[in-house]
């Protein structure tokens, strides 16, 4: 049984910055690509960041580029997603998910990740 354990949510104000972690139990996380998503109060999940299993590529929706950085350290097993410049819209649960078996691209939508975490809620109040 796989399991994704994030940490690091929290109620921040706008222009804070937050850093959560996504800690795996399964040794082939090295061959994962691994990505944050968000779903916020009443809407669908969505896309946040991805990084591939060679952490060396990354990807971000528009509405974080250049605020929100993905990381993976496979020697700890762990995803990190450092926010900055946090704003009321960041606001939602976050979740880390997997895609495993050394994809060749970095994926964005729910159905093509196999592995999620329970979520962890970030709130940024204005």
């Known amino acids: 049984q796989v399991q994704l354990v994030e940490s690091g949510g929290g109620l921040v104000q706008a222009g804070d910055s937050l850093a959560l972690s996504c800690v795996a139990s399964d040794e082939r996380f090295i061959g994962w690509t691994m990505a944050w998503f968000r779903q916020p109060p009443g809407k669908e999940r969505e896309f946040v960041a991805g990084?591939?299993?060679?952490?060396?590529?990354?990807s971000y929706s528009q509405s974080v580029k250049g605020r929100f950085t993905i990381d993976k350290r496979n020697p700890r097993k762990t995803l990190y997603l450092q926010m900055n410049n946090l704003e009321p819209e960041d606001t939602a649960v976050y979740y880390c998910a997997a895609d495993d078996g050394y994809p060749s691209d970095i994926m964005t939508a729910v159905s093509d990740y196999e592995h999620w975490g329970q979520g962890t809620q970030v709130t940024v109040s204005s």
């Open positions: 990084i591939s299993w060679t952490t060396t590529s990354t």
